[in-house]
């Protein structure tokens, strides 16, 4: 089974970012890394590609990352999904409604790309 990472933001800049990031992964583990442009897009693609990880922005157009985690942690057939939250909203209030709502991990903006490079492989079991 291929491993799949889906990246869901607005900003094409921290998409790309997040995709150069982890393309290592690709070449060494033959990761597939897959990306959508806002909310829908992503739980389409959740839906119809299966990814074992999520990062996701929370503020989108078309559905926020805050309903996909609902929509992820209400659906059996997406139970396995771990989501981590990238975002600029670093209160902890925001935090917490990141992790209440499904996520599994909450990141703030601008982050580290070694450190989502080490969470990716930590989340795939690498």
Do not use: S, W
């Not at 583990?29 to 990306?35: F, M, Q």
């Not at 990062?55 to 989501?83: Q, T």
């Not at 909203?89 to 992790?99: N, S, T």
């Amino acid at each position: 089974m291929t491993r799949k990472i889906l990246v869901v933001d607005d900003e094409i800049h921290i998409r790309m970012l997040l995709e150069q990031t982890l393309e290592e992964l690709e070449g060494e583990y033959g990761v597939e890394i897959l990306t959508a442009g806002d909310g829908l897009e992503g739980m389409n693609i959740l839906a119809r590609e299966r990814p074992q990880v999520v990062f996701l922005d929370i503020m989108m157009p078309k559905m926020n990352g805050y309903e996909v985690c609902r929509r992820v942690k209400d659906d059996p057939d997406l139970a396995g999904v771990k989501i981590v939250l990238l975002t600029a909203k670093g209160q902890e209030a925001d935090r917490k409604h990141g992790l209440e709502a499904g996520a599994h991990m909450y990141l703030t903006k601008p982050f580290d790309p070694d450190k989502v490079l080490h969470i990716a492989k930590d989340l795939l079991q690498l």
